[in-house]
């Protein structure tokens, strides 16, 4: 599901089903030598969560983007989304991000940490092949996290 | 001919009757061709997607076949890519669509170990056998859609999705 307002309805009706939100962590860095590899990496993030929410349609929601600079404060960034979207109703959040920071830090968020690769020179059949690979490694992570929760 | 002569009275009415039919054709058109709109509509989407399988190659084992399509979304144009479970079964060629019925996410064939020889749903652990039937007692509410299908030179095309043919 996308958080358009088509979908939120058959939401609001299967909310049992869906209990799953994506949620897309973006660093956005305008400074010149860093804006093309970031620019990058967030085309990169939005392809994989846009794959992720096909495979996954009728148990997750692709939450729109969250964005912050290098200055925000993540940790509090992070509670804030992770107590909003609990107190929505999902029982299952999934932050992913290209930033490693997220891993490295002790923060409370629980965030996939995935490389970012440049999407920019390749073909259409060569990107698709490229971001199913990358969605097959996610899937396990995913059916770890629901199968935990319903033992 | 020469003493067949037009007068101007004759003119005047060719002339009028000439002027008055085009003024009304210029009016009676755009009515008749709102009038017959929904013939003229092209059918979008009808039209047979080719992809790159051989069809000598497809076996009773479904197998994914991909293939991609040009959609509009209001004014924006962007390719859709999508794919199909193709098998053989005698000598029908059958395309599954792998959308599941229940809310959408996207099955896959043995997708479950415990079930080798049915399509599974990871989202909620729907599963539909070969077929596309829906198992009971699993959410999904009906059978996985269907595909139609043509060969051409040997490779497979895929065209619209209709209800399930074979259950």
């Not at chain 1, 971001?131 to 995913?142: A, E, K, S, T």
């Not at chain 2, 792998?98 to 729907?126: I, N």
Request: aromatic share 10%; with cysteine.
């Amino acid at each position: 599901m996308y958080w358009n307002s088509k979908d939120m309805s058959v939401f609001l009706e299967q909310q049992e089903y869906i209990d799953t939100a994506v949620v897309p962590l973006l660093l956005v860095d305008g400074q010149a030598s860093k804006l093309k590899q970031n620019a990058s990496s967030v085309e990169f993030i939005m392809a994989l969560t846009a794959f992720i929410e096909n495979q996954f349609k009728g148990r997750v929601v692709l939450i729109p983007p969250v964005t912050y600079t290098q200055r925000t404060n993540r940790e509090q960034l992070g509670t804030e989304w992770d107590e909003m979207l609990k107190e929505a109703g999902f029982k299952h959040l999934f932050f992913i991000s290209s930033d490693m920071r997220w891993g490295t830090e002790s923060s409370s968020l629980d965030v996939i940490y995935t490389p970012s690769i440049p999407l920019e020179h390749m073909d259409k059949k060569l990107r698709q092949s490229v971001l199913d690979d990358q969605l097959r490694q996610i899937i396990p992570v995913f059916a770890k996290r629901w199968a935990n929760s319903t033992k | 001919m020469s003493n067949n002569r037009v007068s101007r009275r004759q003119f005047l009415n060719y002339t009028l009757t000439g002027v008055g039919g085009f003024m009304a054709a210029g009016m009676l058109m755009p009515m008749v061709r709102f009038a017959i709109d929904p013939v003229l509509q092209k059918s979008e989407g009808g039209d047979f997607v080719p992809t790159d399988k051989k069809v000598a190659e497809l076996t009773e084992v479904p197998v994914r076949v991909d293939f991609s399509y040009e959609q509009t979304d209001a004014w924006y144009v962007h390719d859709v890519t999508s794919f199909a479970w193709v098998y053989k079964e005698g000598d029908r060629i059958v395309a599954l669509s792998p959308v599941c019925k229940h809310l959408g996410c996207t099955v896959s064939w043995a997708g479950s170990p415990d079930y080798p020889d049915q399509f599974f749903c990871p989202c909620h652990a729907g599963r539909y056998l070969k077929n596309g039937d829906n198992v009971q007692g699993t959410p999904p509410l009906g059978p996985l859609d269907e595909f139609e299908v043509q060969v051409k030179d040997g490779l497979l095309q895929i065209g619209k999705t209709r209800p399930n043919t074979l259950v």
